[in-house]
């Protein structure tokens, strides 16, 4: 579509059109949350002594089930529980709303200034990386660095790569050789190295599934959950970005796999609790001291494991701000959060300003509102590739923490510049509509994972939800932008 030069003057009223529009969205989706709360405040109801502190004394913000204990540390669910209190409910049930407005729009022309029809195609202009760098696969090339050299310029791996599985499969069942700190990061971070180079960096367990963000945390403070990363590389691949490394959970034995193959700066961490489990520390900002230290149970510990990036000397990455970055104050606002029109400010900005990258970043932000993950300050893109590439989805530790809250502040790219690729709300309405919920998807596709099940069920369940309220907005976003008031940023973009 050629470029029009059609100015879009500024709305005077764009600050209460935001805020009703959240306002909206929060009072579509009150009541069920209350309700929800109300069922699992009657099921978590705890004894103050023995279920509320942990064993060092801290406060938790634990929900968990009546019932016995399930596999990987006694954590279940409660759905039954949940499902059997919500029949006593009388009130009506609330139709389903299959957006057939959206459904129609996809077939139409007449909104493409809201609705983007910009999805890469992978078929041409898309060379890997191995063929950019120059190099050949060698002949005893671990799967790793066949998948690495394999990453092209619009997607990370095929829809149908089969190197996705044999890495995945490598970090689950390789011996460990060699355990180091990652330098860095506000968390305990572990650099595992297998046989021939391979490498993944290992989140341990510190929680069990249903232990929800704690109330008084800000997000820059929230522990971060290792199975949080599994979760959210599988919610990628089902979402169709690929734009993720691989991550898989894994059970090790803190004494033969860590401790006698962690280096000398780790292991002057470790030491024996008083329940006489080794545990270990580490060093870092946040959460690396005795008091919050990782501990076997009694001697396994549980861990996430993403595959390692092409080292940074073969394919540097480009370190990017986040334009929606919060302030990571506890007082501070970020511009975003008082300027109604500060999209309009970050279309002119390249390379926001054509191409695919303010698109992408409308998928993050979707993506990282299903995962309720609120620490997105920066993201990496390939250099080599330049700026007409995807921005990686790294670093996904502080998501699925809050099952009961929709936080729509994550949401607000999408709100504020009114916009999503056609292809991301197609996959939507498919979730929303079936035959399969994006909460059975991800339930059956989490569920090839060792360490499965990886998610506590309200979190599945919060997904589907969480879907309804992305659609929604983008209904708001049509009605609050009829067509003709297409500027020329808005053609870049749809062009």
């Known amino acids: 579509m050629a470029s029009t030069q059609i100015t879009r003057l500024p709305r005077e009223d764009a600050p209460e059109i935001v805020l009703t529009s959240i306002h909206n969205l929060q009072s579509n989706n009150l009541a069920k949350v209350k309700y929800m709360k109300r069922v699992q405040f009657r099921l978590t109801k705890c004894n103050f002594h023995e279920k509320c502190f942990n064993s060092s004394g801290s406060k938790e913000a634990s929900t968990q089930a009546q019932s016995s204990g399930g596999q990987n540390g006694g954590t279940t669910s409660g759905q039954d529980a949940v499902v059997a209190g919500s029949t006593l409910s009388t009130r009506k049930p609330t139709p389903h709303d299959r957006y057939v407005d959206l459904q129609k729009l996809l077939l139409s022309d007449e909104y493409l200034h809201v609705i983007v029809d910009n999805a890469p195609d992978v078929t041409i202009n898309n060379p890997t990386l191995g063929e950019m760098l120059h190099r050949q696969v060698g002949v005893n090339a671990s799967n790793l660095e066949r998948f690495q050299l394999r990453i092209t310029k619009k997607e990370l791996y095929g829809e149908q790569d089969t190197l996705v599985d044999a890495v995945l499969r490598d970090m689950i069942k ?171 400010l970050v279309r002119d900005i390249p390379p926001y300003d054509e191409g695919r990258r303010l698109l992408d970043l409308m998928d993050m932000a979707v993506f990282d509102f299903l995962t309720g993950n609120m620490d997105r300050h920066h993201y990496e893109t390939f250099k080599i590739y330049g700026n007409e590439t995807f921005p990686l989805h790294l670093d996904h530790g502080r998501g699925f923490g809050r099952p009961y809250h929709d936080e729509l502040s994550i949401l607000a790219p999408v709100l504020q510049c009114c916009l999503i690729r056609k292809t991301t ?58 067509p003709g008031e297409l500027d020329a940023s808005e053609a870049d973009l749809s062009s």
Request: charged letters at 25%.
């Open 174 to 344: 390789l011996p460990i050789e060699h355990v180091v700190q990652k330098e860095g990061g506000t968390q305990l971070k572990l650099i595992i190295e297998y046989p021939n180079d391979i490498k993944a960096l290992m989140k341990p367990m510190r929680f069990p599934r249903d232990q929800q963000t704690l109330p008084n945390h800000f997000y820059f403070t929230d522990y971060e959950r290792h199975n949080a990363e599994i979760a959210a590389f599988h919610l990628d691949r089902v979402l169709g970005f690929r734009r993720a490394m691989p991550v898989a959970g894994r059970t090790l034995n803190i004494t033969t796999e860590i401790y006698q193959k962690a280096d000398e700066n780790l292991l002057k961490t470790f030491f024996v609790s008083p329940s006489l489990n080794l545990c270990f520390h580490g060093k870092c900002s946040y959460y690396c001291d005795t008091s919050h230290a990782i501990c076997g149970n009694p001697d396994m510990l549980e861990g996430s494991f993403a595959a390692f990036l092409p080292s940074l000397d073969s394919s540097n990455r480009k370190l990017w701000r986040h334009p929606w970055r919060r302030s990571y104050h506890k007082r501070k606002k970020a511009q975003w959060e008082t300027d109604a029109n500060y999209c309009a």
């Open 425 to 482: 709300l197609t996959k939507l309405l498919e979730f929303h509509n079936g035959p399969k919920p994006l909460s059975q998807v991800m339930g059956e596709s989490l569920s090839k994972d060792p360490v499965s099940p990886v998610l506590w069920q309200p979190h599945l369940e919060a997904l589907d939800r969480r879907v309804g309220v992305i659609l929604q907005s983008i209904r708001d976003c049509i009605k609050r932008n009829p």
